[in-house]
């Protein structure tokens, strides 16, 4: 799959195969997100990858936006250092650019996945902040629940060539 095809192809999944992904696939996403772009390379994110069942139905029971964590096999969590990076803002945009290499890689390994934002909501960086025992430095941002698709879905048409703007509106 080249890379035009994975990123015109990949849609969220939200319903897995009771199935677990193996560390090989895990290691090659966590890598490719490894290697995001980030604001002055400072790449400032740490993962937390979970596996636990107990774990990821907690998340679902949480998240209002989470409940496909009750079948996914494994979670990622994308996380951000405020002592590396001091602004949430780029610490969003690093992590994010990070997220979607996660979503792309897990696609380009046959997995689904499916990007669940914690990052500005207060209560969703509470809940994981809480969960997680994460430190005061760290942000949550996003989280990805992934494994093998139990579920197929179509590319719709998302060009929209009236919204493309050449050297100014």
């Known amino acids: 799959m080249n890379t035009i ?32 772009p980030s604001s002055h390379n400072s790449q400032p994110w740490h993962f937390v990858v979970i596996d636990d069942r107990e774990t990821m139905n907690k ?12 079948e996914a096999p494994i979670g990622i969590l994308i996380c951000g250092d405020r002592e590396i990076e001091s602004l949430d803002g780029y610490i969003a945009l690093n992590c994010a650019a990070a997220t979607e290499n996660i979503l ?4 380009e390994l046959e997995l689904g ?10 209560e969703r960086i509470r809940i994981f902040r809480e969960l997680f025992g994460l ?32 050297n100014g509106w």
């Open 104 to 107: 792309l890689a897990a696609h």
């Open 59 to 70: 998340i679902a029971e949480a998240h209002p936006y989470a409940q496909m964590c009750r």
């Open 113 to 122: 996945s499916v990007w669940i934002a914690v990052y500005p909501r207060e």
């Open 135 to 166: 430190p005061e430095n760290i942000l949550p941002v996003a989280m990805v629940a992934i494994g093998y698709p139990d579920e197929k879905k179509n590319q719709p048409e998302r060009f929209k060539p009236e919204r493309i703007h050449y």
């Open 5 to 36: 095809e994975a990123i015109l192809t990949r849609r969220s999944i939200r319903r897995y195969k009771n199935q677990p992904v193996e560390k090989e696939k895990i290691d090659k996403i966590l890598k490719a997100a490894m290697y995001a």
